[in-house]
């Protein structure tokens, strides 16, 4: 089983519908079951799932002292993939999040203040030695400024070579607990949401990817007409699990007699740490807040200490 962690510090990054997008991908993609995990206290996971029609991906209620051994239950009940939303700040409980998970996806828009924010996100990350790629998230089609934060995030770790593009069916779509793939199976956005599962995918397999990427998406579905069968955890024990896994005992999940579900930011840890790493430069004070997604590229030289180069890393 596979643990996927969503991860950054800036607030509206796209986190919570990048979670919801990939998770339904990836049931599409044939490499369900896919279970879901919200550990924001705004809950904004958990709301989407509470209203969608369709059964999957599967919706888990836990908190981060269970966390562990829940998912140990999840992978004998046979979930593949789990897929974690995280709070948009720094603390105590991302850091637990990325301890446990196998993969950190860190989704930032292409603006000078989401670049900087980035890093404090990395030197978590890198300090916890685990696999991570950037994701370029909301992006403006044609924007000079999209290929300069490639470019500068690159000089810190792998960029996904799939560009998630602004498009308001991103967000329309989660309303009603839907995603844009479902609602237009052969549009722009179901083309990049698939092209991005598919490396990710790879990136977990260790499977080396071509140079262009398919985004012929197999087994589409809309979702719709198909009775939710809630899936839940049993009590985890009052002790910190076991080390070895030989001692834990086994638990076995049904997925068809389980109690209707609960929403996550009930469990939900609170944001409650101050010292917040401040990124790889301190924000200029007189960078203006609105329409950065068109600031000049030279900018960006003041993110991560260095000027963008012409050819990508």
């Known amino acids: 089983m596979h ?8 607030g509206g990054s796209g986190k919570t519908t990048l979670t919801g997008h990939l998770s339904v991908q990836a049931e599409m993609s044939g490499q369900g079951p896919i279970a879901i995990i919200d550990t924001d206290p705004q809950g904004s996971l958990a709301a989407w799932w509470n209203e969608r029609q369709a059964e999957t991906p599967l919706f888990i209620k836990t908190t981060l002292i269970d966390l562990p051994i829940h998912l140990h239950h999840l992978s004998d009940a046979g979930i593949k993939t789990v897929f974690i939303d995280t709070p948009p700040a720094i603390t105590g409980a991302i850091q637990d999040v990325i301890k446990i998970a196998d993969y950190i996806l860190v989704p930032t828009k ?3 203040h989401d670049l900087r924010a980035v890093g404090a996100t990395v030197k978590l990350v890198q300090a916890s030695a685990k696999p991570m790629v950037f994701i370029l998230n909301d992006a403006s089609s044609r924007a000079k400024i999209t ?7 690159s000089q810190h770790g792998t960029v996904a ?4 593009h602004h498009r308001t069916l991103f967000a329309s779509s989660m309303i009603d607990g839907r995603t844009a793939q479902e609602l237009d199976p052969k549009g722009l956005s179901a ?4 092209g991005l599962w598919e490396y990710v995918n790879a990136k977990l397999n260790s499977i080396v990817m071509p140079t262009t990427i398919g985004f012929d998406a197999a087994h589409r579905h809309d979702g719709q007409g198909k009775v939710k069968q809630p899936f839940s955890l049993p009590e985890s024990p009052p002790e910190s699990p076991p080390q070895n896994p030989a001692q834990v005992e086994t638990v076995t999940a049904s997925l068809a007699t389980m109690p209707p579900p ?3 930011h009930d469990a939900a840890p609170k944001v409650d740490d101050k010292n ?3 990124g790889f430069a301190e924000e200029p004070k007189d960078t203006p807040e609105d329409d950065t997604q068109n600031e000049p590229a030279g900018r960006l030289n003041k993110v ?3 000027r963008p180069v012409n050819s990508m890393v």
């Open 3 to 10: 643990v996927i962690a969503v991860v950054s510090q800036k």
């Open 110 to 112: 292409p603006s000078p």
């Open 147 to 153: 290929y300069e934060a490639a470019i500068a995030l």
């Open 161 to 164: 070579p799939v560009t998630i």
């Open 191 to 194: 083309m990049e949401m698939h």
């Open 262 to 264: 609960q929403k996550a």
């Open 276 to 278: 917040l790493w401040k």
């Open 304 to 306: 991560f200490g260095r």
